[in-house]
């Protein structure tokens, strides 16, 4: 991702949006992580800190390159922390001279997001139940062989670890789980 300022096309509140970027007032580097939706899909995640470029009282952070093919029509961009309980900005926005609402999804429908890696992925919000059951079982199974074969305790980490004790399940906008020991 390059980290560069973005200058204001369309603002409301906190959130100023171009086709390049976006920028959110009041994030500073220690601020928490950020989850940006088009039209209550889940796009992408950021933390401000790591990925954005401090200035100006805010955070200003490029689209992923992944994503850019896809900006050309109008959205609702909505900016909010994990839980939603406060949102940063939420506002219509048109990307380029589309006239087609925004749809990030591959060939066959299915919702994209960008993960961490800034990869294109299908997050588990729009991934069937029995394709998670699958990868619980899977996750079972590694850590089950690092334990019997190597000798290893491993354990659950990061958003699976949040997704197990917070929510009882998969978080829905995490792509993965991790599995952990120490070396």
Request: negative net charge; aromatic residues 8%; hydrophobic residues 40%.
């Amino acid at each position: 991702m390059t980290q560069s300022a973005v200058p204001t096309r369309a603002t409301t509140g906190r959130l100023a949006i171009n086709d390049a970027g976006l920028f959110v007032k009041g994030l500073g580097a220690d601020g928490p992580a950020v989850l940006v939706h088009f039209d209550d899909q889940h796009i992408w995640s950021f933390t401000p800190g790591a990925d954005g470029l401090q200035s100006h009282g805010g955070t200003s952070i490029a689209w992923p390159a992944v994503l850019l093919p896809f900006l050309n029509g109008p959205t609702r961009v909505r900016l909010a922390n994990l839980d939603g309980s406060e949102v940063y900005g939420d506002v219509e926005h048109r990307f380029g001279s589309g006239e087609e609402r925004v749809r990030f999804v591959d060939k066959a429908g299915h919702p994209y997001a960008v993960d961490k890696m800034g990869h294109l992925t299908r997050s588990f919000e729009a991934t069937s139940e029995a394709t998670k059951h699958e990868i619980l079982e899977g996750t079972q199974v590694v850590i089950r062989e690092l334990r019997e074969r190597c000798g290893v305790e491993a354990y659950l980490g990061y958003g699976a670890l949040l997704g197990a004790v917070r929510e009882g399940g998969m978080i829905a906008h995490d792509s993965d789980t991790d599995v952990c020991y120490f070396s």
